[in-house]
């Protein structure tokens, strides 16, 4: 190793045995690069990408004297991002050791950073991350190579790519989003792009949210009676509560097709990364075959959560609707000199339909959701989002320990 040249040369020996695509050279200092060019597209593939797929240290180590560490293969990955597919840890850091580059990305447009967090080496990951940023001591400067973080080109061949932020959200790597690195992109991308669509998505959230609180409280009783011009604000209140929850619902489903789309573009995307992975278990006995690629969850709990309010919602307006048909004219226009006039509450819940009672209680259960659905819009604000953080991991938590509680107990129940 100590003869080694330095990154991206190599040196050749004159009585190598030459191959068909290879031409004999004498002993000479060569740019590796073009040593990769010279072999021809079958012998792209060197012994280093097999060495890095199967975790052979020692077989790295012998490679790097001849072969450019950064060389690529028929697929455009390098020994780097074949050691974080298979998950070689040990390799992942010796390369990187070695000044393996990180900001290069495969035909698919995917980097070794996507990798290493499929893989789930946040070590590794953090390892790489630090090449993209530089401190300047002296004149207190600091400086971030970010456009790796990027999403790769999309294309015929690839019509779908990831970016290594989507990847952590992916795989839940909580701990990565701190590296330095991310805190800047998400810091940008945050300033330039997201605020203000956030702001705009908690305006639309909040006027959701008040409407239906409106509709709740805005005639306590025989909600089924409406009398002109009085009701007409109720009217409007109900036409702009009812549009309003259309419109989200279009954007939930709109939403739905959109991940079914990509769920599907990356399973492709994932299937080829398995067949290409392939020609190295064949040609190589593979110490450890444990890579396991997974479509990601873009349609996640909030989403089912959203269906869920909009299905207590809808049963609201359903219930409502049959408590108009139903309500009495005696309910609706009581008799001055009627003994069945109602001087509190409890005589005009008495005197509801079933209906109306129905509606009221399925209200009062159901606004309790609709305003724990404005959580969504604030957990993206930098105050309040780590707390809902928080609450929605709790909550998640208490509902395993329950649900172990249940199937331990309830066998033993009488």
Not at 103 to 127: P, Q, R, W, Y
Not at 156 to 169: D, G, H, I, M, N
Not at 200 to 225: T, Y
């Amino acid at each position: 190793m100590g003869n080694r040249l330095p990154t991206g040369t190599c040196k050749r020996s004159g009585n190598k045995p030459t191959t068909e695509n290879e031409t004999q050279l004498p002993d000479e200092e060569i740019d590796a690069a073009d040593l990769v060019t010279r072999r021809g597209p079958e012998s792209e593939t060197t012994q280093l990408h097999y060495a890095a797929f199967n975790g052979d240290c020692d077989e790295i180590k012998r490679s790097l004297a001849t072969e450019n560490i950064d060389g690529k293969d028929a697929d455009g990955r390098t020994p780097l991002m074949l050691a974080a597919l298979n998950k070689q840890n040990k390799a992942c850091m010796l390369l990187l050791r070695e000044g393996a580059q990180v900001t290069v990305t495969d035909k698919h447009g995917e980097s070794c950073f996507i990798f290493m967090l499929d893989a789930k080496m946040t070590n590794v990951a953090s390892l790489a991350l630090d090449r993209l940023h530089e401190k300047d001591s002296l004149e207190g400067k600091q400086t971030y190579d970010l456009k790796i973080l990027e999403k790769g080109e999309t294309n015929a061949e690839t019509p779908y790519t990831r970016s290594p932020l989507q990847a952590v959200v992916d795989n839940t790597l909580l701990e990565v989003i701190d590296h330095p690195v991310f805190r800047k992109s998400i810091e940008i991308k945050w300033q330039k792009f997201a605020r203000w669509a956030a702001k705009k998505d908690l305006l639309w959230n909040l006027l959701f949210v008040v409407l239906w609180s409106m509709l709740a409280v805005v005639k306590p009783h025989a909600r089924g009676c409406y009398e002109f011009p009085l009701d007409l604000l109720r009217v409007l209140l109900w036409v702009m509560a009812i549009l309003c929850t259309i419109w989200f619902i279009v954007q939930e489903y709109r939403e739905y097709k959109e991940s079914r789309k990509k769920r599907k573009n990356l399973t492709e995307l994932l299937k080829c990364i398995r067949k290409s992975a392939e020609k190295y278990e064949e040609k190589v006995e593979c110490k450890r075959n444990s890579w396991e690629g997974r479509p990601s969850n873009f349609y996640g709990y909030w989403n089912y959560y959203d269906w869920f309010v909009y299905f207590l919602l809808t049963v609201v307006v359903l219930t409502h609707l049959i408590d108009i048909g139903i309500a009495s004219n005696e309910l609706c226009h009581p008799r001055s000199n009627d003994t069945t006039q109602y001087e509190d509450d409890a005589d005009h819940w008495e005197n509801e339909s079933l209906a109306g009672k129905i509606h009221l209680g399925w209200f009062a259960f159901t606004i309790i959701f609709v305003w724990f659905r404005l959580y969504k819009s604030i957990r993206a604000f930098t105050h309040l989002g780590p707390f809902i953080l928080v609450v929605y991991i709790v909550l998640g938590d208490v509902g395993k320990f329950l649900i172990l509680a249940l199937m331990f107990y309830l066998p033993f129940s009488k």
